[in-house]
C-alpha cells in the first residue's frame, strides 16, 4: 500500500499506464474466471436455499433470529450499494440506453430501452447479492454454528485446519480480505467524490471550467476526516440516526421523482425490466472476450468486469457486517432475505431513475451529454422542478452513504489487522481511514486526467479484487465441508440410514405389515441400533420395555 501511494505521488503517469497495461492482460487472461465465479455465486446460493441444507440454523439448534426481519433486512441493504445505486441509478441505464453493448441492438431505440434496464438489473440484482450472501453465509455459520472468531480465515478451518487458519496461512487470507476492502472503500469514495463535484457545479458553487483534480482531492479529504472521526467515536447511535435519516430522504427523492417524471414509463418499466432480464440472464451472463474483438473487451472492462471486482472487494466488509446481523436465521431465510429484497429495491430504484433519464434523453434534452456519468443525474434533476433542493438532496445522500459505510469498513480493516479485535485500535482505524483516502486519491489521478479519473478507480479496483475472487471460490468449498458434517446433516444422514435397514428387515419378516419404534441402542446392539420392526400394536411388545422412554413413531408401511 505505501508502495502504490508512494508511485503514486511520485510518478502518476507511469502508475497509469503500468495499471492500464495490468488490466489489459487481466481482463484478456483472467476475465473469464470473474464472469464464471460471480455467476458460479449466484447457483451456489441457490442450491444451498433449496438443498437439505436450508434449514440449517446460524446458530444453535432452535435459536432465534436476533432482529426482527424489517429491522435485518433495512440493516443489510443500507450497508450493500446505497453509493453506487446514487451514481449509476440514472448513468448505467441512461448509457446503455445511448450505447448498448457491443453486438446487441441500436443504440436509442425502443429495444434499446429493454437492453439498457436488463443490463443494469444484471450487475446490480443477484449477482452482487450473490457475491455478498455466500460470503457472509460462510462467516455466520464458521462464527455462529461453530463457534470460530469473526475473521475470513475461521471459515478455512475445515480446509487447513485450526493451527494453519491461525498461522501465517490465514493471516496471509485475512490480509487479502483487507486490501480487498481498502481498494472497495478507495473506490467509493472516489465514485461519491466525483458525484459531490458535479453536484457543486450544478448548483453553481463551482466554475466548471476551474474545476480541477485539486477540487477532488480537497473533496476527498473532508470525506475522509469525517468518516474516520465517526469510526473512533464511538457514536454508533449518531451514524445509525443518519443512515436512517438517508434511507428517508432516498425514499422521498425516489418518490418526488416517480410522481413528477415519466410516471407511466416508469411503471412500464417494472415488469418490462424483469421479463427482459429474466429471458437474457443467459446471454447476459457468458458474455467475455471471446467474441466482440476489442469493443467487447472494452465494453466489460468498463462495466461488467468492473462491477465484479468492485462487489468482491466490498464483499469482507458488507459479508462481516450482514453475518453479524443474521445469528438465528436459518440457511434458506438468510439467502432468501440477502437476494431478494435488495435486488427487488433495485429493480424499482433503475426504473424511477434510470427511466426519468431515458425519457428525458428521448425528449430532446441530451442529459446524456458527453458520457460523464457523474453528472448525469444532475443532468435530469435540471428538467425537473426543485433542481438546487434535488441536487443538494444528492450530494447530502451521497456523502452520508459513504461516511456511514467508511467508518464500519474502516473499523473491519483494524479488525482484520488486530486479529479480530472487537475493539480495535484507534490509531489503527485511523491509519486505514487516511489509507483509504490516499489510495482514493491515487485512483482517481492515474485515470489520465479529470475527465477519465474513473477509469483509474475500475483499473486498480480490477487488480485489488483478483486475489481476493479467488479466496471466495475456496470460501465455497470449506462452507460445503463444513456443512456435510454438520449435526442436523449427519442425523438426516443417519436417520435415513436407519429407516431404510429398518423397512427391509420389515418388509422380508412381516411381507409389508409392520410398525416401527425407537428404543435405546444396546450396548452390543447391531450397528443400526435404533429401530425396530414389529407386527403388533406398540403396547404387545412386552412390559419389560416401560420406563425405558422409548419414543414411538406408527405408521404403515
Known amino acids: 500500500m505505501f508502495v502504490l501511494v508512494g508511485w503514486g505521488v511520485a510518478s502518476t503517469e507511469t502508475l497509469s499506464s503500468v495499471s492500464k497495461a495490468a488490466l489489459d492482460w487481466l481482463i484478456l487472461n483472467t476475465g473469464w474466471g470473474f464472469v464464471l465465479a460471480a455467476t458460479g455465486f449466484v447457483f451456489f446460493a441457490l442450491f444451498l436455499a433449496f438443498s437439505k441444507y436450508g434449514r440449517i440454523p446460524l446458530g444453535n439448534d432452535g435459536e432465534k433470529p436476533e432482529f426482527r426481519t424489517v429491522s435485518w433486512i433495512a440493516m443489510m441493504f443500507s450497508a450493500g450499494m446505497g453509493i453506487g445505486l446514487m451514481f449509476f441509478g440514472v448513468s448505467e441505464p441512461l448509457s446503455h440506453f445511448v450505447s448498448p453493448p457491443p ?41 455462529f454454528r461453530r463457534g470460530r472468531s469473526q ?18 496461512i490465514g493471516r496471509l487470507i485475512d490480509i487479502l ?23 457543486m457545479e450544478a448548483a453553481g458553487w463551482l466554475d466548471p471550467d476551474s474545476a480541477s483534480t485539486t477540487v477532488l482531492v480537497l473533496i476527498i479529504a473532508v470525506l475522509t476526516v469525517c468518516f474516520i472521526a465517526s469510526a473512533v467515536s464511538g457514536v454508533a447511535k449518531g451514524i445509525q440516526w443518519l443512515s436512517n435519516i438517508n434511507m428517508v430522504l432516498a425514499a422521498v427523492l425516489a418518490i418526488f421523482v416517480f410522481v413528477v417524471g415519466p410516471t407511466i414509463l416508469i411503471l412500464n418499466l417494472l415488469p418490462t425490466s424483469l421479463g427482459t432480464y429474466l429471458s437474457d440472464f443467459g446471454e447476459m451472463a457468458s458474455r467475455s472476450g471471446a467474441t466482440g474483438g476489442d469493443p467487447m473487451h472494452e465494453w466489460l472492462a468498463g462495466w461488467t468486469v468492473f462491477y465484479w ?17 443474521s445469528r438465528g436465521r436459518t440457511i434458506r431465510q438468510f439467502i432468501s432475505g440477502v437476494l431478494l429484497v435488495p435486488s427487488a429495491v433495485s429493480l424499482v430504484w433503475f426504473a424511477i431513475f434510470g427511466g426519468a433519464g431515458i425519457d428525458s434523453q428521448q425528449a430532446g434534452n441530451n442529459v446524456y451529454g458527453d458520457g460523464t456519468p457523474e453528472a448525469q443525474t444532475f443532468a435530469v434533476l435540471e428538467h425537473l422542478p426543485l433542481t438546487l433542493v434535488t441536487s443538494v438532496i444528492v450530494m447530502i445522500l451521497v456523502a452520508i452513504f459513504f461516511v456511514s459505510g467508511a467508518d464500519a469498513a474502516s473499523v473491519v480493516m483494524g479488525t482484520l489487522s488486530q486479529r479480530g479485535s472487537i475493539e480495535p485500535s484507534k490509531w489503527v482505524v485511523i491509519f486505514w481511514g487516511a489509507a483509504t483516502g ?34 471466495m471460490v475456496l470460501m465455497c468449498v470449506a462452507l460445503m465441508k463444513d456443512l456435510r458434517s454438520d449435526d442436523i ?6 436417520g435415513a440410514e436407519v429407516l431404510e435397514q429398518a423397512v427391509i428387515i420389515g418388509e422380508e419378516e412381516h411381507e409389508g405389515e409392520f410398525q416401527l419404534v425407537t428404543t435405546p441402542a444396546e450396548p452390543n446392539g447391531d450397528e443400526n441400533g435404533s429401530a425396530s420392526s414389529g407386527s403388533g400394536d406398540p403396547d404387545d411388545l412386552g412390559d419389560e420395555d416401560e420406563g425405558k422412554g422409548r419414543t414411538e413413531e406408527a405408521g404403515k408401511a
Open 151 to 168: 475473521l475470513i480465515s475461521s471459515v478455512f478451518r475445515p480446509l487447513i485446519g485450526k493451527r494453519n487458519a491461525e498461522g501465517p
Open 489 to 494: 446433516t449427519l442425523r438426516d444422514a443417519k
Open 438 to 471: 490516499a489510495v482514493a486519491a491515487i485512483m482517481l489521478v492515474v485515470g489520465g486526467g479529470e475527465d477519465e479519473a474513473l477509469s483509474g478507480i475500475q483499473n486498480l479496483t480490477f487488480i485489488g479484487a483478483l486475489p481476493f475472487a479467488v479466496i
Open 103 to 143: 453486438g446487441t441492438v441500436p443504440g436509442e431505440t425502443d429495444e434499446a430501452i429493454r437492453t439498457a434496464m436488463a443490463t443494469s438489473l444484471f450487475h446490480w440484482t443477484l449477482h452482487p447479492w450473490a457475491i455478498y450472501a455466500v460470503a457472509g453465509l460462510a462467516i455466520a455459520y464458521s462464527s
Open 309 to 325: 471486482a468492485w462487489w468482491i472487494s466490498w464483499t469482507p466488509f458488507v459479508a462481516m457486517f450482514i453475518a453479524r446481523i
Open 177 to 199: 480480505a483487507l486490501f480487498a476492502t481498502l481498494f472497495g472503500s478507495a473506490a467509493s469514495l472516489g465514485i461519491g467524490t466525483l458525484q459531490i463535484r458535479s453536484g
